[in-house]
């Protein structure tokens, strides 16, 4: 039911790590590791020439490192461009305006998995707050039995959300116990679960009271870190990508962020305050008390001990103003804003006006269109055009596909019926939710040349309208329509990136939704891939 177009889409997201069903022989795909390369952002704090000798200094940063690129920090060996030391031997690190630092950071993510990449930029400093054992852990083995298939779990917890399975006779490495000795940390191919201690044997001459008290996903040095930053146009802030389909955890200023693919910027003026804006996928966040799902475009603010605030768009600047272009371009989008006045978007290129991208707003490039006169026009969030000369853009734009100049039109005039009160949504829960949506596997009909595509659980946000449709998120660049068809039943479609696609879904109870999704792609067109979806609130 929700989108996976290609798999740099993440999200996050895109959030929820990798469930293999019994006989099912899928896997979520793990990310290969990036480097740091070229993008196109050309940004004005930091001038092209400067991102690429910084790119070009750190090219071998390792997970675990800290590699200044560019300008002067305050930092114990790092003094000259190019050099590198282990995060592990630094306590904070304080860098000055124009200067530029390159970090690679495990977390909590698989050793095989491409580390987080962290860059702290301008006038920012960041300390280490995490006062835990230290990695690498003592490990010790533990075996499944023949008679049951158990349970992974996302925290050591009987409540917590089920993340995997451990099949019979299988074997699993433990790196850490909770504080109650109920539960082993392990870890698979999806990353990091837990899994119950007396269901599993430990195998023999393995000693599991040398495994360290972990009750928390937060296990490197920096992984919790106090982040402050300037307040000037340039001032600074910290870039943060994953890569990876494993869940990521960091804590900062207090705040609690889960990311899988997704690519966030983050400024705080004080110790206690965050504000984050989600370049790509989306962010699961906790503060307060409370969670919130960022989506690609947004911005939140937030304050100890206080909910979250989401604004639905972050400010173009904050991508002319962060030296985006050291991110790897897999992790960015297109983005198309204007840094005053207002752009006009038309609902066909140079046809009739449709509204306005104000100053200081963005929106996201999914197509171009060349016109007879060799403008460029810029398809934004599949629902309008804007013309090339009338915005600046940002991200990674070589991407993006060519499509016909009615595609906006066919995606906002999308048959409607004409009464959609005419359908009962009384199984839809009120307002925007967010849904836990277990995948099934790959159906293949059609002339296929390529293999079935394994894909990931992941969360979903579901919005009621008041006209009777459906806004729908999942791992799409931006949100779209589904439409009544029937009682608690919706469809939608969808192209972009290469990918066309048409989700039906069924709200069976307040709590419960199924549905699939059927994908035809660009490259392989006589081949069509269907997927059966089931979900449960978050």
């Known amino acids: 039911m929700i989108l996976r177009i290609i798999s740099m889409l993440l999200v996050l997201t895109l959030m929820v790590g990798g469930v293999a069903a019994e006989g099912d022989s899928g896997v979520c795909m793990a990310a290969e590791p990036v ?6 952002q050309t940004d004005t704090c930091y001038p092209p020439d400067v991102v690429t000798a910084a790119r070009d200094a750190c090219a071998e940063i390792a997970a675990g490192q800290v590699c200044l690129g560019a300008g002067e920090v305050d930092a114990a060996g790092l003094i000259d461009v190019g050099a590198t030391t282990d995060l592990a031997a630094l306590d904070n690190l304080t ?33 280490d707050a995490y006062e835990g054992a230290q990695s690498p852990f003592p490990t010790i083995t533990v075996e499944n039995g023949p008679a049951n298939i158990l349970n992974l779990r996302a925290e050591p917890s009987e409540d917590a959300e089920i993340v995997g399975t451990m099949g019979w006779n299988e074997s699993l490495v433990a790196d850490g116990r909770s504080a109650d000795n109920a539960w082993f940390r392990v870890q698979d191919e999806d990353g990091i679960a837990w899994v119950f201690a007396s269901l599993v044997t430990v195998v023999e001459g393995d000693d599991p009271n040398t495994l360290a008290v972990l009750d928390s996903p937060i296990t490197q040095p920096f992984q919790s870190l106090i982040l402050t930053t300037g307040t000037e146009f ?21 705040v609690f962020i889960t990311i899988a693919r997704a690519a966030l910027l983050l400024r705080a003026s ?13 962010a699961d966040l906790q503060s307060g008390g409370e969670n919130v799902l960022a989506e690609t475009g947004s911005e939140v603010h937030l304050v100890a001990d206080a909910a979250p605030e989401v604004i639905e768009r972050y400010p173009f600047s904050t ?4 030296p985006i272009d050291l991110l790897p371009p897999e992790s960015l989008t297109c983005v198309a804003g204007v840094s005053s006045g207002a752009a006009t978007l038309y609902r066909t290129p140079g046809g009739e006006a449709s509204g306005e991208l104000p100053a200081e707003g ?33 991200g990674v734009c070589e991407a993006v596909a060519e499509v016909a100049a009615d595609a906006a039109q066919q995606q906002i005039s999308q048959p409607v019926p004409q ?3 005419s359908f009962a949504n009384d199984q839809v829960p009120p307002g925007r939710t967010i849904w836990i949506a277990s995948t099934g596997p790959d159906n293949l009909t059609g002339v296929c040349n390529a293999p079935p595509i394994a894909q990931c659980d992941h969360l979903a946000a579901v919005t009621l309208n008041p006209d009777g449709t459906v806004s729908w998120l999942g791992q799409e660049p931006q949100p779209y329509i589904l439409y009544p068809i029937g009682d608690n ?34 490259s392989d067109p006589g081949c069509t891939h269907t997927f059966s979806y089931t979900a449960v609130p978050r």
């Open 319 to 322: 991508l002319t103003s962060s």
């Open 362 to 394: 963005n929106a996201t490039i999914t197509g171009y269109f060349t016109a007879e006169d060799g403008t460029i026009w810029w398809l934004v969030n599949n629902s309008a055009w804007v013309a090339g000369n009338d915005v600046e853009t940002a």
């Open 234 to 254: 340039c001032g600074g802030g910290l870039l943060i990508q994953s890569d990876s389909d494993s869940l990521a955890h960091l804590e900062v200023n207090g």
């Open 270 to 282: 004080t110790e206690t305050d965050l504000t984050l804006q989600v370049l790509n996928g989306s």
């Open 95 to 127: 860098s000055t305006t124009g200067a530029v630092t390159l970090l690679a950071m495990q977390a909590d993510l698989p050793s095989d998995q491409a580390p987080l990449q962290m860059v702290l930029f301008g006038d920012a400093a960041i300390t």
């Open 489 to 522: 039943t919706y469809t939608g479609t969808m192209s972009a990136n290469g990918a066309h696609l048409t989700v039906t879904v069924t709200f069976t109870s307040p709590t419960s939704w199924t549905g699939n999704k059927v994908t035809v792609y660009d």
């Open 419 to 421: 009464n959609n009160t």
């Open 35 to 40: 480097s740091f390369s070229q993008a196109t």
